[in-house]
């Protein structure tokens, strides 16, 4: 059974720094593409970045040069660090994995199988 778990999200002002992870199971990690997703109050989910099994990295324009995503597949795990933080970036982040080749597009959250719960992050000005 596939089981993606998000670390719990956080609150921090504006310009600061966040590190949320995701601990996967129930599926051969390593071979997969995984993806952060963020849903704000109010609008569509949109993906943030992702990343294939072979370490290859995709980011949301909006979030280029200030977001990193990495995974460690010795661990099964996914981690997105955030910095320079804005407001607009407050959110229910999920953790999601791509059982299929080739790797889901960030544009479409249909294409992702498995999701987690979500951590929610919360950015004050």
């Known amino acids: 059974q596939v089981q993606l778990v998000e670390s719990e999200g956080g609150s921090v002002q504006a310009g600061g720094s966040l590190r949320l992870s995701c601990a996967a199971s129930g599926y051969t990690y390593g071979s997969y593409c995984m993806a952060w997703f963020r849903q704000a109050p109010g609008k569509e989910r949109e993906g943030v970045a992702g990343?294939?099994?072979?370490?290859?990295?995709s980011y949301a324009d909006s979030v280029k040069g200030r977001f990193t995503i990495s995974r460690d597949n010795a661990k099964n795990t996914l981690s997105l660090e955030m910095n320079s933080v804005k407001p607009e970036d407050t959110a229910m982040y999920y953790c999601?994995?791509?059982?299929?080749?080739?790797?889901?597009?960030?544009?479409?959250?249909?294409?992702?199988?498995?999701w987690g719960k979500g951590a929610l992050v919360t950015i004050s000005s």
């Open positions: 999601a994995a791509d059982l299929a080749l080739p790797c889901g597009d960030l544009g479409a959250d249909y294409a992702w199988d498995y």
């Open positions: 990343i294939d099994s072979n370490g290859g990295t």
